[in-house]
């Protein structure tokens, strides 16, 4: 299929998911626009029981479900990943709060071709249990980070943040809703770009081409 605005063909992508699936729905959400330069073909879940993969067969997406108990090892579990996103023909593969580590040999199949959210201004706080470990230090500012996926976790090209303030009365729920909703808007945004090939990739660092016009600053507490 191809978008609306020119006859590039619309990026296939491949949505990797462990749960609830809220990213995915936002970036299937956009993509039903018709200058959106991409689709979303498949979500794919090593949870049989992920919620979001029942929304997503009832939008009439592909659907995969990997559980990966069912494989001897972590190697075997990346193989079966990588054929059935290959299937699908994928060109991107999205990863949207996938919580299984991948083997080196996974994403260098996939390098620089697949993405992550991360609800963190990376490279602070990688890993989990984030926003409990970002009160306690007592920022204030907090956010989320979209990223190409490297071996090493949480790591990899930086392709788009948002910041949110930190709040005093904030628990880690009412810090995860802030910056959840903050997500929901960042990703569709940088899988856009992404797709539309707007970013120069380096090993380390990703640029948009052409110059950035934002200047806009936020302030906790607020100036
Ligand atoms: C999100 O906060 C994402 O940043 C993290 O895991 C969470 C997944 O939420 N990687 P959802 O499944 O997209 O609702």
């Known amino acids: 299929m191809t ?3 020119d006859t590039q063909p619309r990026k296939r992508v491949a949505v990797l998911i462990s749960g609830r699936g809220s990213n995915m729905m936002s970036l299937v959400e956009a993509s039903r626009a018709l ?40 190697a075997a579990f990346d193989d079966a990943l990588d054929a059935a996103i290959k299937a699908t023909g994928a060109d991107i593969v999205a990863c949207a709060g996938f919580m299984r580590l991948m083997t080196k040999e996974l994403v260098e199949r996939w390098h620089n071709r697949m993405i992550n959210i991360h609800p963190t201004l ?40 948002a910041a949110v303030p930190v709040l005093d009365a904030d628990t880690p729920d009412t810090l995860a809703r802030r910056i959840l909703t903050a997500e929901h808007r960042l990703y569709p945004q940088v899988l856009s770009l992404f797709a539309a090939g707007a970013y120069d990739i380096h090993q380390d660092t990703a640029r948009l081409k052409g110059a950035s016009t934002n200047d806009a600053m936020l302030f906790s507490p607020p100036s």
């Open 122 to 161: 990376l490279p602070s706080f990688k890993g989990l249990d984030t926003h409990a470990r970002a009160l306690a230090t007592g920022v204030r500012i907090a956010g989320c980070t979209v990223h190409i996926v490297r071996a090493e976790m949480d790591a990899g090209p930086i392709l788009g943040q």
């Open 3 to 5: 978008n609306g605005a």
């Open 35 to 74: 200058a959106y330069p991409a689709e979303i073909v498949t979500v794919i879940s090593n949870r049989p029981a992920a919620p979001g993969l029942a929304w997503a067969r009832a939008q009439g997406i592909e659907t995969v479900a990997l559980d990966h108990k069912a494989y001897p090892s972590r």
